[in-house]
C-alpha cells in the first residue's frame, strides 16, 4: 500500500491530463469503504496522502473523462470498468471518453489482468468512484439553488429539481470539486441499473477496426532501433560462442550483442533484422538435460508410481474406503505442454538513459514488469514510467514480464530506444508453456453406487501445484486423498488461461462420467445428488470453498436447456460437464451427432453464474471464446520437444482451430443479482471434459488424453 | 536495395528496400502503416491480408518486387471514414476480442463480399478459414459477414 506521496494539485492535473474545470476522484484503495478524494482546490497546494485505485473527471465539455487502469488484453474491462463507473454517476454512455490509465502504483492498485480477478476486485471501487462523484455534483447543485440535496434528482448526466431548475454535470464539475467527498454514499439498487447488463460494444472498436496503431507491435517513434533476440535453441542449452561479425555488416545493421544467453541484432528496420539473423553464427552447449516428449512420457510414468509426493489434501481414510469398496474405478489422464500463442507475438519499447527509463508495451503485470527491470538496471522504480498499449492477446503468457526485461537490458547495453519484436518462431520455441501433466483419478463405490473414497494423484512437469485440493469433489465425498508430484524441468512454463484446470476440469469430469456409469446413474442426476450433501471446505477466511447451491442452479439449467432429461432424436449423443474456477460456476452440454458412421459436435450448451453481467457483449464474447478456445487446444493443441528444442514453431505446424470448425454455442446466464464475478477463464475448463463425454456417448471410445484429434484416437474430423 | 513505386490507398509512395522485403514490412516500416498485422510470417494466419487489385492476399511473404503496379489496398484505406459495410457490421456485432486479428479478418471479408456479394454459410467459412482468430471470435466473424452482405 502506497500511502506516503505527497501531490500539489497542479502536478495532479498535469499528470491526469486533465484540462478546462475538472472534478478529480479517486477512491481508498484499502477496500475499508473509506473514500477520499482529490478535489480541486484553485492554485493551492493540496497536501495530503492519498490511496487511489481509479478515477474520473468530469468536464466542463460535459464529457466524463473515466481512466481504466487494467491492462486491456481482450478481456473487456477497458469498456467494462468505465460501463461500471457511469453507471453509478449516472451519465450519458455516449459522452464518456475512455483513456487507457498508465503504470501507476500511487493512484491505482492492482493494475493486473489476470486470473479474471478484475472485476470482483474492483466492482465496489468503480461503483462508489461514480456514485460519489454524483452525489458531490448534486450537492453543488443545491446550494447554487439553495435547496436540499435530497429533492435533487439525476438524469444522464444533468441534475434537476422539482421546481423546473437544471444543470448539466459540466456546468457543475467546477463548484462540485470544492465539494468534501461525502462517505458512505448509497449504491444504486441494481434493478434500476441502466447500463450494466446492456450491450455496449467495445470502445476501442473504431481504432480496431481502422487499423489506428494502439498494440505494442505498432508502436513508433522517431530515431528508435528496431531489434530481434535470439535465444537458445533448446531448453538445457546456454550460448557458448558467437561471431556476430557478418550479420553486422549486414545493410542497415546498428550493432550484434550478446547479453545472458541472448543474441540481439539491432537495426534500422524489421526485415533487415530478420535478415541479418540469419547470418549470425551463434553455437550453443548443454547446460542441463535435454528433454524430449518420450522423456516425458517415461517420467509420467515414474513418478505416477513414486516420487517425491506432495499430500495437499487427507478427508478421512480411503484405503478404508476402497478396501470396502464394492467397486473401483480407476483411470489416467495426460496432456501436453501448449504455447500461448496470442496473435501479436512477444513485442516492447525501451528506453533506458541513466538512471531512468521509459517502458512502452504489453503486458498483464505492469507493476511487476517495473519493479523487475528497476532492479535488474538498479534504477529507482519512481524513475520509470510504463505505458500500456493495448494487448494483442495473452492468454497468461503475458503475466511474466521476461521480454520487457530484456528489451529494457538491451536499451541499456546499447544505449539507444529500441523495440524488440519477437517472431512467431520466436514466441513458440521461446518458452513459459502450459505445462504437461497426467493425473490418476481412483474413486471407491459402495453398493448402491454412492461414492465413498476419491483419490487424485496429480504429476506436472514445472506445474508447480498440479491440483486443486479445495476445489469440489472435497466436501462432497467422506474420504479423499489429493497428492502432487512436480518434475522440475529445463523447459519453463507458466500459467495459461485457467492455469491447471484447463485441463484438470475436463479430466476430472471425464472421470465423473465414468464413475457415473459405473456406479449406474445418470450423470447429471449424480451431481446433483453430490452437491445436495455437499460441506464444502472452508477458505483462509473461514468461508465454503465453493457453494453447491450456485454449483446446482448452473447444472440444473444446462440440462434444462440442453433437453438433458428428455427423449433425444437417434444418433445424438449428450455429454456434461460442470466446473466452478475463478468465483464462477459454469455447466456445459456438449451435443454429438452421430450419422451414417460420420460423429460430429454439432452444439455447446453452456450455462454460467458469474453473478451480474456487467456488459452483455463482453460477457457472451468472453464465454464463446472460451469455449472456442477450449476445444480448439483439446481438439488439436500440442508443443513436443527433441532433445529441449520444440518441435512446433509456427501456425503451419501447430494447429488451431478454425472458423469452419466451431459448433453451434447458446449461452445462458443465471441472473441472481449477486456481485460479479471474472469471465476471462471459467468457460474454458470445462470444455472438454462435456465434449469428450459426448464422444464416449456416440462412439463407445473414451478420450482421455489430449490432444482428441492425435493420430489413433479416430477423433479427426469431428469438428 | 532498389527503389519501388507504391500505389497505396490511391496514394503514391517511393521507397527504397531489398527486392525480397515483403509487403507487410515495407507497409508497416517504412509508409507506417500499421494497421496490417505481423503474427506468423509465414501466410498460415491472415493476419497481414491487404488487398492486391482487389484480391485479398497475404502481405507477409509477398515481395515488394512482385507487387508492380497493383494498387494496395489496406485496412486504413478500405474506407475513408471506417464506415465500410464490413467494418460497420464488425462494430454492430461487436466482433473484437482483442482486435490484432480482425483488420486481416475485415480484408479478407472485403475481398470475399466484393466477388460474391451474397455468400452462404459454408463460402464464408471457407473464405474465412484461413484466417486465425486466437480469441475464438469466429461466431461473430460469420455473423459480421452476414450482416455486411445486408448492408452491402
Known amino acids: ?719 | 536495395m532498389a527503389t519501388y513505386t507504391l500505389r497505396v490507398n490511391g496514394r503514391t509512395y517511393t521507397t527504397d528496400v531489398a527486392p525480397d522485403t515483403p509487403l507487410l514490412w515495407v507497409l508497416r516500416d517504412h509508409l507506417r502503416l500499421t494497421g496490417t498485422k505481423y503474427a506468423c510470417g509465414v501466410a498460415a494466419c491472415g493476419a497481414c491480408t491487404v488487398h492486391l487489385d482487389g484480391a485479398a492476399v497475404r502481405s507477409c511473404v509477398m515481395p515488394v518486387s512482385a507487387v508492380g503496379n497493383a494498387a494496395v489496398t489496406t485496412i486504413e484505406g478500405l474506407s475513408e471514414k471506417g464506415d465500410h459495410p464490413v467494418q460497420r457490421a464488425w462494430d454492430e456485432v461487436d466482433v473484437p476480442q482483442c482486435g490484432y486479428c480482425q483488420a486481416g479478418q475485415i480484408m479478407t471479408a472485403a475481398a470475399l463480399l466484393q466477388r460474391n456479394p451474397n455468400p452462404g454459410d459454408e463460402e464464408i467459412e471457407q473464405a474465412m478459414s484461413g484466417n486465425l482468430c486466437r480469441c475464438g471470435a469466429y461466431h461473430r466473424i460469420r455473423d459480421a459477414v452476414k450482416l455486411a452482405a445486408k448492408k452491402g
Not at chain 1, 39 to 55: H, K, M, R, T
Not at chain 1, 289 to 306: N, P, Q, V, Y
Not at chain 1, 532 to 549: F, I, M, V
Not at chain 1, 564 to 590: C, D, E, I, M, N
Request: glycine share 10%; net charge neutral.
Open chain 1, 1 to 719: 500500500m502506497q500511502s506516503s506521496s505527497t501531490y500539489s494539485r497542479r502536478d495532479f492535473l498535469k499528470n491526469s491530463a486533465l484540462i478546462g474545470g475538472g472534478l478529480f476522484l479517486g477512491f481508498d484503495m484499502l477496500g475499508s469503504g473509506r473514500f477520499d478524494a482529490a478535489v480541486a482546490n484553485s492554485a493551492a497546494g493540496l497536501e495530503g496522502a492519498f490511496d487511489f485505485n481509479a478515477y474520473l473527471s468530469i468536464n466542463s465539455d460535459g464529457t466524463a473523462t473515466i481512466f481504466s487502469p487494467n491492462p486491456e488484453v481482450g478481456q473487456g474491462v477497458k469498456t467494462s470498468f468505465p460501463m461500471t463507473v457511469a453507471e453509478e454517476l449516472d451519465f450519458d454512455w455516449k459522452l464518456v471518453k475512455v483513456v487507457q490509465a498508465p503504470l501507476d502504483t500511487v493512484k491505482f492498485e492492482r493494475q493486473v489482468a489476470g486470473g479474471s480477478q478484475s472485476t470482483p476486485h474492483s466492482w465496489k471501487r468503480l461503483r462508489q468512484a461514480g456514485a460519489t462523484a454524483r452525489r458531490m455534483l448534486m450537492e453543488a447543485a443545491a446550494k447554487r439553488w439553495g435547496v436540499d440535496v435530497a429533492t435533487c434528482k439525476t438524469d444522464k448526466g444533468v441534475v434537476r429539481h422539482p421546481s423546473g431548475k437544471q444543470a448539466t454535470y459540466g456546468e457543475l464539475a467546477a463548484e462540485a470539486a470544492k465539494i468534501a467527498p461525502p462517505a458512505d454514499v448509497p449504491l444504486k439498487d441494481p434493478k434500476d441499473f441502466r447500463i450494466i447488463g446492456t450491450f455496449v460494444r467495445n470502445v476501442d472498436n473504431h481504432d480496431i477496426l481502422t487499423g489506428k496503431p494502439i498494440y505494442g507491435m505498432d508502436f513508433y517513434r522517431e530515431g528508435m532501433l528496431i531489434a530481434m533476440i535470439q535465444h537458445p535453441p533448446a531448453f538445457g542449452m546456454k550460448l557458448k560462442s558467437l561471431d556476430g561479425a557478418a550479420a553486422k555488416a549486414m545493410p542497415g545493421i546498428v550493432d550484434v550483442v550478446s547479453f545472458k544467453n541472448n543474441v540481439a541484432v539491432v537495426g534500422k528496420t524489421t526485415w533487415e533484422v530478420m535478415k541479418a539473423r540469419e547470418a549470425v553464427k551463434a553455437e550453443y552447449e548443454k547446460e542441463a538435460d535435454l528433454e524430449s516428449t518420450a522423456d516425458h512420457d517415461r517420467i509420467f510414468k515414474e513418478l505416477m508410481a513414486g516420487g517425491e509426493t506432495q499430500v495437499k489434501r487427507k478427508d478421512g481414510d480411503t484405503a478404508a474406503a476402497f478396501a470396502a469398496a464394492a467397486k473401483i474405478v480407476e483411470a489416467e489422464f495426460q496432456c501436453p505442454f501448449l504455447s500461448h500463442a496470442p496473435m501479436e507475438p512477444m513485442n516492447f519499447f525501451a528506453d533506458v538513459r541513466g538512471d531512468r527509463a521509459e517502458l512502452i508495451g504489453p503486458v498483464q503485470t505492469p507493476q511487476s514488469a517495473r519493479d523487475q527491470i528497476a532492479k535488474l538496471l538498479n534504477i529507482p522504480a519512481e524513475n520509470i514510467t510504463l505505458q500500456l498499449m493495448r494487448i494483442g492477446g495473452g492468454f497468461g503468457r503475458r503475466l511474466r514480464p521476461d521480454y520487457a526485461l530484456e528489451t529494457a537490458e538491451l536499451s541499456s547495453i546499447i544505449k539507444a530506444p529500441v523495440k524488440v519484436i519477437w517472431t512467431r518462431e520466436d514466441d513458440m520455441t521461446g518458452g513459459i508453456y502450459r505445462p504437461a501433466a497426467r493425473y490418476r483419478f481412483r474413486a471407491a463405490l459402495d453398493k448402491a453406487g454412492n461414492i465413498t473414497g476419491y483419490e487424485l494423484r496429480g504429476v506436472g512437469i514445472n506445474a508447480g501445484n498440479p491440483v486443486r485440493e479445495n476445489n469440489f469433489p472435497a466436501g462432497a465425498v467422506p474420504n479423499v486423498l489429493i497428492e502432487a508430484v512436480d518434475h522440475k524441468s529445463p523447459i519453463t512454463t507458466g500459467p495459461w488461461r485457467a492455469p491447471i484446470t484447463n485441463f484438470l476440469a475436463g479430466a476430472e469430469q471425464t472421470f465423473f462420467d465414468e464413475v457415473a456409469e459405473a456406479a449406474g446413474k445418470d450423470p447429471v442426476t449424480m451431481r446433483l445428488e453430490l452437491f445436495r450433501q455437499a460441506q464444502p471446505p472452508l477458505n483462509n477466511e473461514g468461508k465454503p470453498t465453493y457453494d453447491p447451491q450456485r454449483f446446482i442452479k448452473v447444472i440444473e439449467l444446462a440440462a434444462e436447456k440442453s433437453g438433458w432429461f428428455k427423449k433425444r432424436k437417434k444418433g445424438v449423443h449428450l455429454g456434461f460437464s460442470v466446473y466452478y474456477s475463478h468465483l464462477t460456476y459454469v455447466a456445459q452440454v456438449a451435443e454429438v451427432v452421430k450419422r451414417k458412421g460420420k460423429v460430429s459436435l454439432q452444439k455447446v450448451y453452456c450455462a454460467v453464474d458469474c453473478g451480474i453481467v456487467v456488459n452483455k457483449s463482453g460477457a457472451l464474447n468472453q464465454v464463446v471464446g472460451s469455449i472456442v478456445d477450449g476445444l480448439g487446444h483439446a481438439m488439436y493443441g500440442q508443443l513436443t520437444f527433441k532433445d529441449g528444442e520444440p518441435e512446433q514453431k509456427n501456425f503451419n505446424t501447430y494447429r488451431l482451430i478454425r472458423i469452419n470448425e466451431i459448433p453451434e454455442v447458446e449461452v445462458y446466464f443465471v441472473d441472481n443479482g449477486i456481485d460479479p464475478t471474472g469471465l476471462g477463464e471459467p468457460a474454458l475448463p470445462p470444455l472438454s471434459g462435456a465434449v469428450a463425454n459426448a464422444l464416449y456417448k456416440a462412439t463407445g471410445k473414451r478420450v482421455r488424453n489430449q490432444p482428441f484429434a492425435a493420430e489413433g484416437n479416430g477423433m479427426e474430423g469431428i469438428l
